[in-house]
């Protein structure tokens, strides 16, 4: 089922092929999903790559990719990395100037890219030499389609040429920003990537009629090793999602028959949040009984060790269109306990992994037997974690090392001298390991705040909890300046849930004022549950959305770059 024994992409492309007519990617267009099957991906790959030698675009020479999720991206990485060319993902949300700098940065030669990208990407082309622009949908410039029938007419004349690709090439150039700031290009390798991919698998247990729906974006290194290679490479089916919009997000998964869903915690958050709030609506009765079946998952999860559905809770997610779904990944941030062991009460088998672009990125994989609630789990077969000089509560800098550790930092020998030390990643992030081999991660290196008494404050741990609140939608706790005060203090920024705000005020006929009251009260609630150097001393609500990266992390960098920030100066 797995294909275990490419070393490289070009390997990969060419068995795909043995899979023939089955389904390998799909995608709803105009009301119906369109397909591609794995001979396809595999002789479209190739054609791409074909038309690219013909025309004198080799190894190792740097090809874009702008564009959000759709069919066409990764075969459009498969055609660029099979003939040893080096993909440089791009963000589709990154402002022009971004783009400027990745595409100069990494002397990129050619781009694919959409219709909506043309007018931005033909200025920058004609000032740095790009050639061609390749469009994935239908315009008046050279489209995909076209490349590949003139690919196709070469290899049905045998003109392809034979390149040697090697596994420790670079295929892709990954520019991260993250929550730092600090853009960094992260070259992966083709075994980084497989070895990542291969090793996950071992962990995941997938089934060959998996059907993965792609809702994150994939020039993330998440999405793309986790929700694409890794169902490609078992021969189950991608699918990518219209939108995160509920109600088409919700069809999506019903009529695809997902059974596998990779997101980030707020999503699995908001479902768990609406499928309580179906319930709470619920009468005596049926509340009555479905907290029965809850109380019953619960039960059979501490016996058997893992998620098991039963008929009172498989009928809740019938309901909300769930019931296909046999696996839920979280990743790119810390999923809440409490939210976790919710949905396992209701039979749904999440599980949480860690890693970060550095790593290919897959590190770490909570099982779905014998899982811990807050735990990232263990390190995935072949790789090794570490806590560097832990503290006397066993906390550290997380340290890797394994097979699916980046080359370096594209053009930054001194970056990557720093990240890379005797063959260990340094990856910034604290956390500790308990008995059981679990690590559980307390937050950012960057972020920790240290107080007056020594003692380690984890914003994010703290956030964490604030967010459980119905009030507060996102939330960020720092240390800020009072000047009335004249001391520095722990305060929480709130972007409040407007919605559950205004119904509140409406329920108890209070005015628009009781916000600070309903906050208050809150942070009050939190405080009595912390120690009393974690209590927040004050907070100041947001009237926005905080300005987060794509897989939805607050650039916390915005607000941590001066430490005495008055506390008037945050909007």
Avoid at 63 to 79: D, Q
Avoid at 185 to 213: A, W
Wanted: proline share 3%.
């Amino acid at each position: 089922m797995m294909i275990t024994d490419a070393k490289t992409f070009r390997e990969l492309v060419k068995r795909l092929h043995e899979r023939g007519d089955r389904v390998a990617i799909m995608e709803r267009r105009e009301g119906e999903f369109r397909k591609i099957t794995y001979a396809e991906a595999s002789d479209w790959a190739r054609a791409i790559s074909a038309f690219f030698t013909d025309i004198g675009i080799e190894a190792p020479t740097r090809v874009a990719i702008l564009s959000k999720n759709r069919m066409e991206w990764g075969i459009s990485y498969f055609g660029i990395t099979y003939g040893g060319c080096i993909a440089v993902p791009i963000d589709p949300e990154l402002k022009e100037k971004e783009i400027t700098h990745i595409l100069k940065f990494s002397n990129t030669k050619a781009i694919f890219t959409e219709r909506c990208f043309l007018p931005t990407i033909k200025d920058l082309a004609s000032k740095m030499e790009i050639e061609p622009i390749i469009t994935l949908d239908d315009s008046k410039e050279l489209t995909l389609k076209e490349v590949i029938k003139k690919g196709l007419e070469l290899l049905a004349r045998k003109e392809e040429k034979e390149v040697e690709v090697k596994k420790d090439d670079t295929a892709s150039i990954i520019f991260t920003s993250g929550t730092t700031g600090v853009s960094k290009g992260v070259e992966l390798t083709h075994h980084n990537f497989i070895y990542d991919t291969v090793q996950s698998e071992k962990l995941l247990n997938l089934i060959e009629d998996e059907v993965f729906l792609s809702v994150l974006p994939i020039h993330h290194t998440f999405e793309f090793t986790a929700g694409f290679l890794e169902p490609i490479m078992c021969g189950g089916k991608v699918v990518y999602a219209r939108s995160l919009k509920s109600k088409e997000l919700l069809e999506d998964l019903k009529d695809s028959q997902t059974t596998l869903l990779l997101g980030v915690p707020l999503l699995f958050e908001k479902f768990y949040q609406g499928i309580r709030k179906g319930i709470s609506e619920q009468n005596a009765l049926k509340k009555g009984m479905v907290n029965l079946g809850l109380a019953m998952g619960n039960l059979m999860r501490q016996i058997k060790g893992r998620a098991s559905k039963n008929i009172l809770t498989s009928k809740v997610l019938e309901q909300a269109g769930m019931d296909s779904l046999r696996i839920m990944i979280a990743g790119a941030a810390a999923l809440d306990p409490e939210v976790e062991l919710g949905l396992k009460a209701l039979g749904l088998n999440i599980v949480q992994g860690y890693g970060l672009t550095e790593a290919s990125p897959i590190v770490t994989i909570n099982p779905a037997v014998g899982s811990k609630a807050g735990s990232i789990g263990k390190p995935i077969p072949g790789v090794q974690l570490r806590i560097d000089k832990p503290n006397v509560e066993g906390i550290g800098e997380i340290l890797v090392k394994g097979d699916n550790v980046m080359k370096g930092y594209y053009k930054n020998p001194e970056a990557t001298r720093e990240a890379i030390r005797d063959g260990w990643l340094y990856t910034g992030d604290m956390g500790y390991m308990d008995e059981d081999g679990f690590t559980f991660i307390t937050g950012r290196k960057k972020s920790v705040i240290v107080t007056d008494g020594g003692k380690n404050i984890y914003p994010e741990e703290i956030e964490q909890i604030l967010q459980r609140s119905d009030y507060i939608e996102e939330v960020l706790v720092t240390e800020l300046f009072d000047r009335e005060k004249n001391k520095t203090e722990l305060t929480a920024i709130i972007y409040p849930n407007w919605e559950r705000i205004d119904e509140y005020i409406a329920e108890k006929d209070k005015d628009e004022f009781a916000i600070n009251e309903i906050l208050k009260k809150e942070v009050e609630e939190v405080n009595k549950g912390l120690a009393s150097y974690k209590r927040v001393n004050s907070f100041k609500i947001r009237e926005e959305e905080f300005p987060k990266t794509t897989t939805r992390k607050i650039k916390r960098y915005l607000f941590f770059e001066e430490k005495k920030i008055s506390i008037d100066d945050q909007s």
